[in-house]
């Protein structure tokens, strides 16, 4: 069984300070993806890694791939309010259909 | 802009009283997927249809049921509802051609309470 294990499942920082989330997997993904969960909404995109390595930057958040395409980090910078919500990782493996949700990380960003 | 569109956003039914969610999209994407999620849970795929093909999971109970009339509508409906099927219901969609398989986008969600 594939399974996305995302650590911390729960973390609450002050605005300014950053913060690492991590994905990790014993099993190799073609493509992975990191959503963002507000209350009351549904899973919101925000970016998609393909390439072991890759490392894709949006705006204060950092999003890199392993080297082996088994786990993923999201690293923020200067968390804000705006960033609370439950952090999402996906995965597909090769010629798979089915995507794979990790449990989550709650963030929890105080003013 | 491009969506995937829920109606409604809160559905409130009785234990037992049938009930159908909505989803609709505008992206084209020739696959539709109906999540259930539970408060601080992941996303559970219930079921998805591939073009007008239905793949159900295996652990999805018969009561949920799902129908796709055309590209851009799919309906979840719920036979008999229980106290357990209270939860957020979630519609993604997302396209894929041959080996390209593609991202999933995801409509707002509703909400479903059950009393």
């Known amino acids: 069984t594939q399974l996305l294990e995302q650590s911390p499942q729960f973390l609450s920082i002050q605005e300014g300070e950053n913060l690492t989330v991590y994905c990790n997997s014993s099993?190799?993904?073609?493509?992975l993806q990191w959503y963002r969960q507000e209350p009351g909404e549904g899973p919101v995109l925000l970016v998609t890694?393909?390439?072991?390595?890759e490392v894709k930057k949006l705006k204060r958040l950092t999003f890199q791939f392993g080297d082996a395409r088994k786990d993923s980090s999201l690293h923020i910078t200067a968390a804000q309010p705006g960033d609370t919500g439950l952090y999402l990782c996906?995965?597909?493996?090769?010629?798979?259909?089915?995507?794979?949700f990790g449990a989550g990380t709650r963030l929890f960003v105080k003013a | 802009d491009a969506m995937v569109i829920q109606n409604p956003r809160y559905q409130v039914t009785q234990f037992g009283k049938p009930v159908t969610l909505s989803c609709s999209q505008t992206l084209n994407h020739n696959v539709m997927y109906w999540y259930q999620q539970k408060s601080s849970q992941a996303p559970k795929l219930l079921f998805h249809y591939y073009d007008k093909d239905f793949n159900n999971e295996a652990d999805t109970p018969d009561n949920f049921q799902s129908r796709r009339p055309n590209t851009s509508f799919c309906f979840l409906d719920i036979r008999s509802p229980g106290l357990g099927d209270a939860a957020m219901y979630l519609c993604?969609?997302?396209?894929?051609?041959?080996?390209?398989?593609?991202?999933?986008?995801f409509g707002p969600g509703t909400r479903l309470t059950v009393l």
């Open positions: 099993s190799v993904f073609s493509s």
């Open positions: 890694v393909v390439t072991g390595g």
């Open positions: 996906a995965a597909r493996n090769t010629g798979g259909f089915k995507t794979i």
């Open positions: 993604a969609t997302s396209s894929h051609r041959g080996t390209v398989y593609n991202e999933q986008f």
